[in-house]
């Protein structure tokens, strides 16, 4: 599968953001999907997990109760939601997508997305 992320850019803190990653290929279903962030010389760091039906949603402490993960199977896209943006959300964000567990260790994931570039100023 093929994953192409958008939707970033530059907001106030305080804002809200929604990023999409559209899958190609018709086993989109088929995967686990979650979303990451690298800031400059960090490690790239989980967000948000969904899985393959959409029933069950995973997020980091970081982000809870700020960032919401959905999917549309029927569209092959996820989402994440990102309201009351801080300043240290700033980063590069990727969709993932995993045979196995839409969990926070980065290496269950097989395929990742170019990456989107979030800056949320002060």
């Known amino acids: 599968v093929q994953l192409q992320a958008s939707g970033g850019g530059l907001v106030q803190a305080g804002g809200s953001l929604r990023l999409t990653c559209a899958a190609s290929?018709?086993?989109?279903?088929?995967?686990?999907m979650g979303w990451f962030r690298q800031a400059p010389g960090k490690e790239r760091e989980f967000n948000a997990g969904?899985?393959?039906?959409?029933?069950?949603?995973y997020y980091a402490d970081s982000v809870k109760g700020r960032f919401t993960i959905s999917r549309d199977n029927a569209k092959n896209t996820v989402y994440l939601q990102m309201n009351n943006l801080k300043p240290e959300d700033t980063a590069v964000y990727y969709c993932?997508?995993?045979?196995?567990?839409?969990?926070?260790?980065?290496?269950?994931?097989?395929?990742w997305g170019q990456g989107t570039q979030v800056t949320v100023s002060s």
């Open positions: 993932g997508a995993s045979l196995n567990y839409a969990g926070p260790t980065s290496d269950e994931y097989r395929y």
């Open positions: 290929g018709r086993t989109f279903s088929s995967y686990s």
């Open positions: 969904i899985s393959r039906s959409g029933g069950f949603t």
